[in-house]
């Protein structure tokens, strides 16, 4: 059933902490963390996915956060990853036309090349997964976005609203989880009143969706409108001339992480073009 | 085996479990209520009030390691138990219900439960949905067509409330019923509240306060931090003020101008819950009536 569903909704939640990832600055995070995913979707072989796998649950150990908890979040993913990897053996074939084959179904041939393929890109994504978590557990949204508004300073003399967009995506992302509450809230009051949302055929589900999805949307207006009202009663104008509650700067941990990325997509690009595997 | 209307044994339960947001909501909850009696729940907000309403209405399950809860009768992790059959006769009322009135129009969100339970031919549910909200202290020929959103916060509080009496349920779970009403509002529902406690009607009634629960309840249970501090009848529990302390509540003024009187010296017996009631014993133990 489909009670507690704001349990499901946290990948990508903050975990406050104190560890050496927590303390990093999130400018810092933000840009180690984009070298190393353009250096995972550039680079391809065994040893540097292993590299970079391995670097990441270094780092996960280092953030503090229950490894299994990270972990639990890639479980529902695993069945994504598996057919992905059967998919890629399967219709890979005119890819590896050299291969010799496996087994066929139907027009569609099997090979070494596919199963590699498959399993790569499994790993690839694996890593993907556990960087992007790492980010977003150990670094608070509104951190990342002001971060990220920083970064991108530049455009806003190209007349680009940097600052209203930043809190767009702050406001947007902070309002998943209240939304999951309020989507539970009203699943277990239809439920309480007789309802069975988890019987009946498709279209019949569908159709017990609407008493949740009216409520749901009248509920977000109301909040918005709420929010709207506290950013006026603050006088809020956004945009420029507004100083940060919270200044960023870079300390020597910034710069040890960041030498320690380098040498680590370094080592990943070296082995990815030495090591042909 | 006869066992209580409702009885909870060793109740545990986590939100988010195995999560850095776990967070313990009922660690170890002993209950026990008996047909037509009435139970205020009174502590704290969170102490864990909402959530074991929630075990008591069949929306939450014990798993085996979690403790039991038997409801009517019937162990709800059982599997033979039918949860449907439970959540209306063991009916709950959210807390700040009027935020979740479904359909556009009273009728329709007071005909909604009686259509998903099938309690109510079709020809006689605008009826049943009339009598449920005269019973909650509403004039149907006035709301029955009005849109909800329209009436005050009183009103749709109290069409939820119809939205649970029209299935006629045995017990009703009320999850923080006063809170947040002007004081008309209040007063009205506490009104309605007391005529169904006179009808017999068996009522678990989540407060956090005191003074909200003394007209209602012959049996109180002081929650906090997910235990149950102190369980007894009214006076039982009100006159241990070390566990009223300790879950922060303050005793009731109408009490502590009777306790004063008598540690004063008047002859007063145990204090009256009643205003009217209190006036007359202390009229009587000063010997002006």
């Known amino acids: 059933m489909m009670m507690e569903v704001s349990r499901y909704v946290t990948i990508g939640r ?12 999130p400018r810092t995070k933000l840009l180690t963390f984009g070298l190393l995913v353009s250096t995972l979707l ?24 229950p490894v299994r908890y990270v972990l639990a979040g890639l479980r529902p993913a695993l069945w994504v990853l598996a057919i992905l990897w059967v998919f890629q053996i399967i219709f890979s074939g005119s890819s590896y036309p050299d291969h010799p084959t496996l087994f066929r179904l139907g027009s569609w041939r099997a090979t070494w090349g596919g199963v590699h393929a498959g399993a790569l890109n499994v790993l690839r994504i694996s890593v993907l997964y556990l960087l992007t978590s790492l980010l977003t557990l150990t670094a608070g949204l ?60 498709f279209l019949g589900r569908a159709r017990r969706l609407i008493p949740l999805v009216v409520p749901l949307f009248l509920s977000i207006f109301d909040r918005a409108e709420d929010l709207i009202l506290a950013m006026e009663a603050r006088c809020y ?36 073009l030495m090591l042909p595997f | 085996m006869s066992r209580a209307l409702i009885e909870v044994k060793g109740l545990f339960h986590t ?23 009435v139970l205020g729940l009174v502590g704290p907000s969170p102490s864990g009030k909402s959530t074991l309403l929630q075990y008591l209405n069949g929306l939450y399950v014990p798993q085996p390691d979690q403790g039991k809860v038997w ?39 007071v005909a909604l439960g009686l259509r998903n339970f099938g309690v109510a031919l079709e020809d006689e549910l605008e009826k049943r949905v009339r009598e449920a909200l005269e019973r909650a202290g509403l004039d149907p020929e006035r709301v029955l067509r009005r849109y909800s959103r329209t ?118 017996g145990e204090p009256a819950a009643d205003p009217a009631e209190a006036a007359r014993r202390i009229a009587r133990a000063l010997g002006v009536a």
């Open chain 1, 142 to 201: 509104v951190e990342l976005a002001d971060a990220g508004e920083m970064l991108l300073s530049p455009l806003a003399r190209l007349g680009v609203p940097l600052n209203e967009v930043a809190l767009v995506f702050t406001i947007a992302l902070r309002f998943v989880p209240t939304l999951a509450e309020e989507l539970e809230r009203l699943v277990k009051a239809q439920i309480s009143r007789g309802a069975r949302l988890d019987e009946g055929g």
């Open chain 2, 15 to 37: 939100y988010h479990p195995n999560t850095p947001f776990a967070r313990e909501a009922l660690r170890g909850v002993d209950l026990k209520l008996e047909s037509g009696q």
């Open chain 2, 71 to 109: 409801v009517l009768g019937q162990d709800t992790a059982a599997p033979d138990t039918s949860l449907w059959e439970i959540r209306r006769r063991v009916a709950l009322l959210f807390q700040q219900p009027e935020q979740q009135l479904f359909e556009p129009t009273v009728l329709r969100d």
């Open chain 1, 237 to 272: 104008r956004g945009g420029r001339g507004r100083s940060k509650a919270v200044a960023f700067a870079f300390q020597p941990l910034d710069a040890l992480a960041a030498v320690v990325v380098l040498a680590v997509v370094a080592a990943a690009w070296l082995t990815g």
């Open chain 1, 14 to 25: 903050y975990v406050p902490g104190d560890s050496v990832l927590h303390r990093l600055d």
């Open chain 1, 42 to 65: 550039v680079v391809k072989g065994y040893v540097p996915y292993l590299l970079l796998l391995g670097f990441a649950v270094v780092l996960l150990l280092l953030s503090r956060i």
């Open chain 2, 151 to 268: 009436l005050s916060g009183g009103e749709r509080r109290r069409v939820a409330l119809a939205c649970i009496l029209a299935l006629e349920p045995e017990v009703l779970l009320l999850d923080d019923p006063l809170s947040g009403l002007d004081p008309r509002g209040r007063w009205r529902l506490l009104g309605v509240l007391k005529s169904l406690a006179e009808r017999g009607i068996s009522m678990v009634i989540a407060s956090t306060r005191l003074d909200y629960l003394i007209p209602l309840v012959d049996s109180l249970a002081v929650m906090a931090d997910g235990r149950i501090l102190a369980f007894g009848s009214l006076h039982e529990v009100l006159n241990r003020e070390d566990v009223l302390r300790a879950a922060g509540l303050q005793l009731p003024e109408i009490w502590r101008v009777q306790q004063e009187l008598r540690s004063r010296g008047l002859p007063l």
